[in-house]
């Protein structure tokens, strides 16, 4: 499965969960004032602080597979950008309760993977059988 895939089955499965009506997931939004540097602050929304961290951390040969678009952004670069973001957050409590969000989300979506066995294993068969087409990207929106 490439990544676009990948990242087309979590979507699929992230809508699911936010349709049934068992999943205890709401959807809210931090409010963004607070947050002196918005530009993190947005970064931090899109990707989850673990994973922006995590992203930041890769080897180059990782990040520049993942990533192909951005091979250009260094080693270098990206550790003192992770630096900038750790230092943010720190002392920004609106990033601080977006990654706790985060998490709790994360633990929520499990949580339906495990109890909603059916329903994952309906979304993972029909993403198996539908024909390659047009290739579908996966953008994260700031
Ligand atoms: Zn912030």
């Not at 922006?52 to 250009?72: H, N």
Request: net charge neutral.
């Amino acid at each position: 499965m490439s990544p676009h895939e990948t990242g087309n089955v979590l979507l699929d499965l992230v809508s699911a969960m936010h349709d049934s009506e068992r999943s205890p997931y709401k959807p809210e939004k931090t409010p963004e004032e607070g947050c002196k540097h918005p530009e993190i602050g947005r970064l931090v929304e899109a990707l989850g602080y673990d994973f922006l961290l995590e992203t930041l951390d890769l080897e180059q040969a990782i990040f520049a597979a993942e990533y192909p678009e951005m091979r250009s952004v260094g080693l270098e670069t990206r550790r003192s950008m992770r630096e900038i973001v750790n230092e943010h957050f720190q002392q920004c409590r609106r990033c601080q309760l977006e990654a706790g969000r985060d998490r709790a989300w994360r633990k929520d979506f499990v949580r339906f993977l495990k109890s909603e066995t059916e329903l994952v294993r309906k979304i993972l068969k029909e993403k198996r059988s539908t024909p390659r087409g047009k290739p579908r990207t996966f953008i994260a929106t700031p």
